[in-house]
Nanobody, 123 residues
Framework: VQLQASGGGLVQAGGSLRLSCAASGYPFSTYTLGWFRQAPGKEREFVAFIHWSGGATRYADSVKGRFTISRDNAKNTLYLQMKSLKPEDTAVYYC?????????????????WGQGTLVTVSS
């Protein structure tokens, strides 16, 4: 599977953005999908994942209640709806996919990555 992330941009604090991740290749519905982010000078960190079955999701504490991960298997697309954005959400956001079982909050669990999309939140 190949992933292409989009939807990043510049937004004021308190605003919203929706990121998309379009997939092509292997059957999309069989992959667990995640979002990670990397701020300047920091390590890549987990944001959210959605299980291949679509029923289970998990979020980092820092985004819980503000971000929502979802997937549309018919469109082969993963989404991340971000609300109440804060300056500390500024980062390059990456989508990732895995067809194996693992700790889905860890980047090592994913074997396919998109190219990243930059989100900048101004104060």
């Amino acid at each position: 599977v190949q992933l292409q992330a989009s939807g990043g941009g510049l937004v004021q604090a308190g605003g919203s953005l929706r990121l998309s991740c379009a997939a092509s290749g292997y059957p999309f519905s069989t992959y667990t999908l995640g979002w990670f982010r990397q701020a300047p000078g920091k390590e890549r960190e987990f944001v959210a994942f959605i299980h291949w079955s679509g029923g289970a999701t998990r979020y980092a504490d820092s985004v819980k209640g503000r971000f929502t991960i979802s997937r549309d298997n018919a469109k082969n697309t993963l989404y991340l709806q971000m609300k109440s954005l804060k300056p500390e959400d500024t980062a390059v956001y990456y989508c990732a996919a895995t067809s194996t079982i693992g700790l889905f909050t860890k980047s090592e669990a994913y074997d396919v990555w998109g190219q990243g999309t930059l989100v900048t939140v101004s104060s």
